[in-house]
Each structure stands twice: as structure tokens, then as C-alpha cells.
């Protein structure tokens, strides 16, 4: 079967760091997209990892172990703005499929 | 340039009815994907096109069905409508067959659904 786990919730302070994890099983594997989605708008596209490791891209940091399945992203510098659902989606190499989880709600507080 | 384009943004359907919603990739995109989204929950795949030729389907009946055209817009149709349809349709394109590294599927603002 195919299982995606992200927390449904975190708070966090203007100004600091926050990691969002995210743990999958799927059955078959190709890599792992994070997206950031604000209330009422479309997903946009933060990070895809293929490879282990950790890829930064400014702020945004994303983390991938295939062998563990695990993932999570790093937000550093916490902006109100970056206060959006964060959405964790691994990628099957049957047919591209991506597989979402529920996304984590993150609140950023002054 | 414009980003992916749905059309309509919103729409009010009866059960039992059919409803074609519409995608217009990014120019020079090839692929088109369509997901489901219920409030609160992640997008669920329905189909991915690429090239005219299906290339992915997830879990959905029959009564949804999807095609692409020559100028690689896309039609989702739904037929027999059910309240459990009700959703966020959300189209996303990328420009191959596979996304880069560098830059993911981009998604359109969707078509709300509704069914009453």
C-alpha cells in the first residue's frame, strides 16, 4: 500500500527555523517533491529530490533518505508569509504517479 | 507568460449530470496532469497525458475520463455525477515527460466543483 505521514500542525515564531517532516511507504519509488499551498490557491513547487542528501535552495531546505523513506523540509528565517499548508509527495516509477499526503498546517506567529 | 489555465473556476452541477472541465498548459508544456483535491486533504491523481497518449491513471472510475489535444489542452469529463465528487480540480503541466530537478509540476488555480 502506499502511506504518507506529515504532522497535520506546527507553530512557529517569525524570525526562527521549523523542519517538517515527512515518512512514506509507495510502492515503488522515484523521488519526492515538497509544495507549498495557501488557503483557496494552488500547490506551487518548492523542491524535488531524487538523490539522498540535502538540496538548499535559498531559505528552503529539503532532505531526502530513500532507504529510510524520510523526508522533510527546513524553513529557515521564518517569514509571516511562509504561514501555508506544506504538502510531502513521493513519486512512483510505475507511471509517475505523484502521492500526496494531507499536507502540514504551519502557523508562524510574531 | 500565461501559467496553466482552467476553465471554469467555479461550477454548480446536479447529481446524475456530466461536466468537462478545461486546461490550457503552459506554452511549449507537453504533459498535463489532472488531481482531485477534497478540503483538508492532499490533490489525488486522476490521469496524466503527455504527447496526446495517457500515461497515467490513479483510482478513479470510469465515469472520469480525460483526453488531450493536438495543441496539448486537455479535457477532464465526469459523468453521473456524485455529491462525493464535489472537489477542487486541479490541472498541472510540466514540459516533457518527466519533471527537472530545477522545476516541478506547475499547477493551474483549479475548478471548484460542486455538486448538489
Known amino acids: 500500500g502506499q502511506n504518507i505521514d506529515q504532522p497535520t500542525e506546527m507553530t512557529a515564531t517569525e524570525g526562527a527555523i521549523v523542519q517538517i517532516n515527512c515518512t512514506y511507504q509507495?510502492?515503488?519509488?522515484?523521488?519526492l517533491f515538497w509544495y507549498q499551498q495557501h488557503a483557496g490557491e494552488a500547490p506551487t513547487f518548492l523542491s524535488y529530490?531524487?538523490l539522498d542528501g540535502l538540496e538548499e535552495k535559498g531559505r528552503f531546505s529539503s532532505f531526502l533518505s530513500r532507504s529510510k523513506g524520510y523526508s522533510y523540509l527546513l524553513l529557515k528565517e521564518l517569514q509571516m508569509k511562509d504561514s501555508a499548508s506544506y504538502l510531502c509527495a513521493p513519486e512512483m516509477d510505475s507511471n509517475y504517479q505523484l502521492i500526496w499526503g494531507a499536507g502540514t498546517k504551519l502557523i508562524i506567529k510574531p | 507568460d500565461a501559467g496553466v489555465t482552467q476553465s471554469p473556476t467555479h461550477l454548480i452541477k446536479t447529481r446524475g449530470q456530466h461536466v468537462t472541465l478545461r486546461c490550457s498548459p503552459i506554452?511549449?508544456?507537453?504533459?498535463v496532469s489532472w488531481y482531485q483535491q477534497v478540503l483538508g486533504q492532499g490533490p489525488q491523481f486522476i490521469f496524466q497525458?503527455?504527447?496526446?497518449?495517457?500515461?497515467g491513471r490513479g483510482n478513479f472510475p470510469d465515469r472520469f475520463s480525460a483526453r488531450q489535444f493536438p495543441n496539448y489542452s486537455s479535457e477532464l469529463n465526469v459523468n453521473a455525477l456524485l455529491l462525493g465528487d464535489s472537489a477542487l480540480y486541479l490541472c498541472a503541466s510540466i514540459p516533457g515527460d518527466r519533471p527537472r530537478l530545477d522545476y516541478g509540476y506547475t499547477f493551474g488555480s483549479g475548478t471548484r466543483l460542486t455538486v448538489v
Open positions: 529530490n531524487v
Open positions: 509507495t510502492s515503488g519509488f522515484n523521488g
Open positions: 506554452s511549449g508544456h507537453k504533459s
Open positions: 497525458y503527455y504527447e496526446k497518449e495517457e500515461r
